[in-house]
């Protein structure tokens, strides 16, 4: 079973950059894709970037690609999101997820992952 701690959020202006981190434990962490979603105030959790087992693939939602970036290092058993630029619209409640996978690959369905954690809040306002 894997276990996910997300860390990193706080409040900043709009244009700013955040780097949020998952922390995992759990065998096999390098046999599961992860993904960080977004729930905004009212909304449903929705996909933001997903990234492979070795992190050579990764996938990202239209409204965020070229602002943010995902990465992981499995000698650690951690993933990471850069979140540069940050508009309004990005505010929310930020997961990370992990989904295990018989080969390497990405997942943006949030219904596909196995584990979550508990999120990190991320406020953008001026």
């Known amino acids: 079973q894997v276990q996910l701690v997300e860390s990193g959020g706080g409040l900043v202006q709009p244009g700013g950059s955040l780097r949020l981190s998952c922390a995992a434990s759990?065998?096999?962490?390098?046999?599961?894709?992860t993904g960080w979603f977004l729930q905004a105030p009212g909304m449903q959790r929705e996909f933001v970037a997903v990234t492979s087992w070795s992190g050579r693939s990764s996938y990202y939602e239209d409204s965020v690609k070229g602002r943010f970036t995902i990465s992981r290092d499995n000698d650690r058993k951690m993933v990471y999101l850069q979140m540069n630029n940050l508009k309004l619209e990005d505010t929310g409640v930020y997961f990370c997820?992990?989904?295990?996978?018989?080969?390497?690959?990405?997942?943006?369905?949030?219904?596909?992952?196995?584990?979550w954690g508990r999120g990190t809040r991320v406020t953008v306002s001026s």
């Open positions: 759990g065998p096999r962490f390098s046999s599961y894709a």
């Open positions: 997820a992990a989904v295990k996978l018989e080969e390497e690959g990405v997942v943006a369905d949030p219904s596909k992952y196995d584990y």
